[in-house]
C-alpha cells in the first residue's frame, strides 16, 4: 500500500471515530433529558428525598446541575480537547499529500524527458523533417474574404477575373494537391497542372493521371520531384498544410460573407507579409481586393 493510501485510510479512521464520539455525546444528551425528569418525578410525585433540602433548595436542582455539568464537561472534549480532525492535523495531511504529489510529478517529468529523446528519434519525428526535405517551397494558394471565408456548398462565393488568371499563371506546369470535395468542384481537371487529390475513400475513381492519396503527407510525397507544388484547399487541408507550407500566396477579398469553409488565421509571428498589390473594383471585379504573399518567418 502506497503512503497516500495510508494517509486516507487514517482519514476514514478518524472519521469514524469522529462518528462514534458525536453519537455518544448525542446518547449523553438523552439520557439527561429523560433521567432530568425521572429525578423531578422522583422527588415531586413519588416523594423520594423530600425532607433533603440543601441550601433551602430540592435535592433534584444539585442532581440535574451535577450532571448537566457533566454534560458540558463531555461537549467541550468532543468538540475541542479530543478533535482529531482539526485545522492543524487537516493542514499536515494536506502537506503530506502535496509533497507525495510533488514528488511523483518530478518523476513523471524526468519519464517524458527520456521520452522525449526516444520522440526525436522515431519514424514519425523523421518523416516530418525528410517531408520539409522533399521540396523546396510547398506554397498554399488561396482567396479568401475579410473573415477568411472560402466557400459555400462547395462553391466559390465571388468570381474575380484577376484572381482567376492569377492562380491559373502561378500553378501552370506545378502540381496542385486538394481535398477530394475541391476536386469534385471542377467541371473537369485543369489543364497542364498534375492534380493531387486526398480522399479516404478507398474505392474513390477518378480520371487517369489524376493521383490519389490518403493524408498531406502522402500528397506532398507524391509531389516531391516539383520544385513548387500548391496546396488548394478546401478549409481543412488548408489548415494541415500551415504547418509544412514554406509560402502563401493570398488573395484577400475585401468584403464579409456567409461560408461553410474558411482560411485559417495567418498568424504574424509566423508568416511574414512580402507582396501587397491592392485592386479596386470595377465592371469585371464586384469587390476591392489584393495579391498577398507571406513568407515562414
Given at each position: ?162 484572381d482567376l488568371k492569377r492562380f491559373k ?129
Amino acid at each position: 500500500m502506497t503512503q497516500i493510501d495510508k494517509e486516507q485510510l487514517e482519514l476514514i479512521e478518524n472519521a469514524q471515530r469522529r462518528i462514534k464520539q458525536k453519537k455518544r455525546l448525542y446518547i449523553h444528551f438523552v439520557l439527561f433529558l429523560i433521567g432530568s425528569i425521572l429525578i423531578i418525578v422522583a422527588n415531586t410525585v413519588l416523594g423520594i428525598g423530600k425532607d433533603f433540602t440543601p441550601f433551602e433548595k430540592e435535592w433534584f436542582v444539585f442532581a440535574i446541575l451535577i450532571w448537566l455539568f457533566l454534560l458540558l464537561y463531555h461537549t467541550f472534549n468532543v468538540f475541542v480537547t479530543h478533535k482529531f480532525m482539526g485545522k492543524e492535523w487537516e493542514q499536515k495531511q494536506l502537506n503530506k499529500l502535496v509533497a507525495e504529489q510533488k514528488t511523483r510529478i518530478e518523476k513523471i517529468k524526468k519519464e517524458l524527458k527520456k521520452e522525449a529523446s526516444h520522440i526525436a528519434e522515431s519514424e514519425i519525428y523523421n518523416e516530418e523533417l525528410t517531408i520539409k526535405d522533399k521540396t523546396s517551397e510547398l506554397t498554399i494558394i488561396a482567396a479568401a474574404a475579410e473573415n477568411n471565408a472560402i466557400g459555400k456548398d462547395n462553391k466559390l462565393i465571388w468570381h474575380l477575373s484577376n484572381d482567376l488568371k492569377r492562380f491559373k499563371s502561378l500553378t501552370d506546369g506545378h502540381h496542385i494537391i486538394m481535398g477530394r470535395k475541391t476536386f469534385e468542384s471542377f467541371p473537369k481537371p485543369l489543364p497542364n497542372r498534375t492534380h493531387v487529390v486526398i480522399t479516404r475513400q478507398s474505392d474513390y475513381k477518378a480520371p487517369n493521371g489524376v493521383i490519389l492519396v490518403n493524408s498531406l503527407e502522402a500528397a506532398i510525397e507524391a509531389s516531391k520531384n516539383d520544385s513548387q507544388p500548391f496546396v488548394i484547399g478546401g478549409g481543412e487541408i488548408y489548415k494541415q498544410a500551415m504547418t509544412f507550407a514554406d509560402k502563401i500566396e493570398l488573395t484577400r477579398v475585401h468584403e464579409t460573407f456567409e461560408a461553410d469553409a474558411f482560411f485559417p488565421e495567418i498568424d504574424s509571428n509566423i508568416w511574414k507579409e512580402t507582396f501587397n498589390e491592392f485592386h479596386q473594383k470595377d465592371e469585371n471585379h464586384d469587390f476591392e481586393f489584393s495579391f498577398l504573399t507571406y513568407v515562414r518567418i
